[in-house]
């Protein structure tokens, strides 16, 4: 299969009585919501072969590099060795990294996922995400081997060497694992933080391309124009990958570029500085600039784990997905020009996974939503979603139940809220009475 060459980093790679239907948005996000407080522990990683690069692509690094710190504005601290390696050894490097940026993480929310129906069962989310980035790139930057890794055998572009040696000077000035591994982890937090990164990177990719036509252009042909190099991978890697996966990844590249490229249209390139000191919050940042120059804080959308403690349910993890994960998630049933409108009145979201000493798991999804007519929407688009693999057994104006692979999906619709429930139907039915009551 020929496939698009796309350049990456890695992949980080989902009311009053018991539910927090969530406060009017907070004032701007401190720098503390980005404190770290528990860094995995850094692998031990075998050395890499030492192969000297050919006349030619030495050239080409250290052309590289010039261009990249020129067009960057930011100065090199220090030399940035490259290494070319077999296809059997980029893949368990990079498998390596995956592990160390999110492993455990990602594992975590891949169950949840798999609880909420968003992937198959069984879907280990970590081995995915190292495949995924396995298959998807030829090149990338090692923050733990503070090199370039280039994949033998192929061709290198001075583009594609350039994003990635943009990857290493945002590494040198920035601390790129400080911001890929705060905790608590946050799925949308973490998208938005890869927006920053490789947005930037696509920034300077594409003005070396372009010279100065890339600025004249407007915003929203920056945006087409990225969407458009990005369809045959999407139609590819979508017989391989959920959608939810497909757009989140395009998200970062498509959503990034245009993104980067407003805030240095106002802000100059110091502006582009200051995302990765005080990165955006959430993927709506991203994909509505002005939400994070307004320092336009998501809302809380939190549920009472006691409630659930008292049950005999366990919390195992949780996260906000974010409008984009809603948009992703959204697309297994939505065109998306539709998706898009569904998940575009988000107004903060959190997804919970329970369990209990037996193994049961509760799927928990509190969402809120900037109006009543925006919640409506999504309550609409979540049910035709369900509607793809369930059958409707009871429903209202306002919720609905659904049963489909052996589970039950509640959907209710609150206020300006939606809560989801996925679980053994019988305990659906319960916990819904209660929320009804």
């Not at 959920?242 to 990034?256: A, K, M, N, W």
């Amino acid at each position: 299969m020929r496939r698009t060459q796309v350049f990456i980093l890695i992949f980080a790679v989902v009311p009053s009585f018991w539910l927090g239907c969530g406060s009017k948005r907070s004032s701007a996000p401190s720098r503390s919501s980005y404190t770290v407080t528990a860094r995995p522990a850094r692998p031990t990683l075998p050395p890499l072969p030492d192969r000297p690069l050919s006349t030619e692509l030495e050239a080409k690094r250290v052309e590289a590099m010039r261009r990249v710190a020129e067009l960057r504005g930011l100065a090199w601290l220090r030399d940035v060795p490259m290494t070319e390696l077999f296809a059997w050894e980029y893949g368990p490097r990079n498998s390596e990294m995956a592990k160390y940026l999110g492993g455990d993480d990602l594992r975590a929310l891949g169950r949840l996922a798999v609880a909420g129906g968003m992937l198959p069962e069984g879907t280990d989310l970590a081995t995915l995400a190292a495949s995924f980035t396995a298959v998807s790139a030829g090149a990338n930057y090692s923050p733990l081997d503070k090199r370039v890794l280039l994949v033998t055998n192929q061709a290198h572009t001075p583009s594609l060497l350039a994003h990635e040696y943009v990857h290493a000077l945002q590494d040198q000035h920035f601390d790129l694992l400080h911001l890929l591994t705060a905790r608590p982890y946050s799925f949308d937090r973490a998208e938005a933080v890869f927006a920053v990164i490789e947005g930037d990177a696509m920034n300077v990719q594409r003005r070396l391309e372009n010279g100065d036509a890339y600025t004249r252009r407007s915003l929203d042909e920056i945006m087409r124009q990225e969407d458009e190099r990005l369809k045959n991978y999407r139609r590819e890697m979508g017989e391989l990958f959920p959608p939810l996966l497909i757009e989140t990844f395009i998200f970062r590249y498509r959503d990034g570029a245009r993104f980067v490229e407003e805030i240095r249209r106002k802000k100059g390139q110091s502006g582009v500085d200051e995302l990765f000191r005080q990165p955006p919050a959430s993927s709506e940042q991203i994909l509505h600039p002005e939400k994070y120059l307004a320092r336009e804080a998501p809302r809380e959308a939190t549920v009472d784990e006691g409630f659930f403690s008292a049950r005999g349910w366990h919390l195992i993890t949780d996260t906000p997905l974010g409008e984009i994960g809603i948009r992703g998630l959204l697309l297994a049933a939505l065109a998306p020009p539709a998706a898009a409108r569904a998940a575009y009145g988000w107004g903060g979201d959190r997804a919970y996974l329970f369990e209990r000493d037996d193994g049961s798991t509760l799927f928990v999804w509190q969402t809120v939503w900037d109006s009543r007519r925006d919640a409506e929407e999504f309550f609409r688009a979540y049910n035709a979603l369900c509607q793809r693999t369930a059958e409707r057994i009871d429903s209202s104006s306002e919720q609905t139940l659904w049963r489909g692979d052996g589970r039950a999906t509640w959907v209710r619709l609150q206020g300006d809220g939606v809560l989801i429930l996925r679980g053994d139907e019988a305990e659906v039915r319960t916990l819904s009475q209660a929320v009804r009551g």
